[in-house]
């Protein structure tokens, strides 16, 4: 996807370790999120970001933490990896200032698929 | 806790059919609706956005919304296999946030 990467593509952890995945962006948006997605669940907000250092919880963010220390990189990292946090994981940005419309809507990165034994 | 519903289908039609798919949404204040389509194994990209009541039209895509019954669908025209995708509605609520709130999708299978 054109703007934001996301790496790993693929990673296997073990219970108890932290995990961290990173979200890359030359798109200079000023809002960055990290979204979960689980069959049966669809997408889910985990955390996001509406500039550097300012970030705010969402609806899943238990176990989960993020930094975001300068604009184009926002960090997600797992604690302590459980089974529960296996999941395919979504970077996206946004930036309403960018687009003037009220309409605007996000861009996904790749995705990481996550796995954890 | 606001909530996005989609039919769950999955949603089966043949190929030049009109396909529907329809999202209710629990917010009244919701500003602005999305709809994406994710092939499998991708990440979503965004087809639609609508923000007043009322249909609009982007090639073979239509969204219609419809405010006062929290009501937004999207409908296919001339549907190909290459359609053929989950869809997701997602909505912006009020408040200033900028977080969409995402319904779980609906699967569509265009045949040929």
């Known amino acids: 996807d054109a703007g934001i990467t996301q790496s790993p593509r693929h990673k296997v952890t073990e219970t108890g370790t932290p995990v961290t995945l990173r979200c890359h962006q030359t798109?200079?948006?000023?809002?960055m999120y990290w979204y979960r997605q689980d069959p049966g669940h669809g997408l889910r907000l985990i955390h996001y970001s509406y500039g550097v250092k300012d970030t705010d919880k969402g609806e899943v963010s238990d176990g989960y933490s993020v930094s975001r220390s300068k604009t184009e990189d926002f960090l997600l990292t797992l604690e302590s990896a459980t089974s529960s946090q296996t999941s395919v994981y979504f970077c996206?940005?946004?930036?309403?200032?960018?687009?003037?419309?009220?309409?605007?809507?996000?861009?996904f990165g790749s995705g990481t698929r996550l796995t954890v034994v | 806790q606001k909530e996005v519903e989609q039919n769950s289908g999955p949603l089966s039609v043949p190929e030049g059919a009109i396909a529907s798919l329809n999202c209710t949404y629990s917010?009244?204040?919701?500003?602005?609706f999305f709809w994406y389509r994710q092939y499998s194994g991708k990440s979503p990209e965004l087809i639609m956005f609508i923000y007043s009541n009322g249909d609009k039209e982007d090639g073979r895509f239509t969204a219609q919304l419809n405010k006062a019954s929290q009501y937004v669908s999207l409908l296919i025209r001339d549907s190909q296999p290459s359609d053929s995708a989950t869809y997701l509605c997602a909505v912006k609520t009020q408040g200033g946030s900028e977080k969409l709130v995402f319904g779980k999708g609906t699967k569509l299978t265009v045949n040929p």
């Open positions: 798109e200079n948006h000023r809002y």
């Open positions: 996206a940005i946004s930036d309403p200032f960018e687009t003037g419309l009220e309409g605007y809507g996000y861009t």
């Open positions: 917010d009244r204040g919701s500003q602005s």
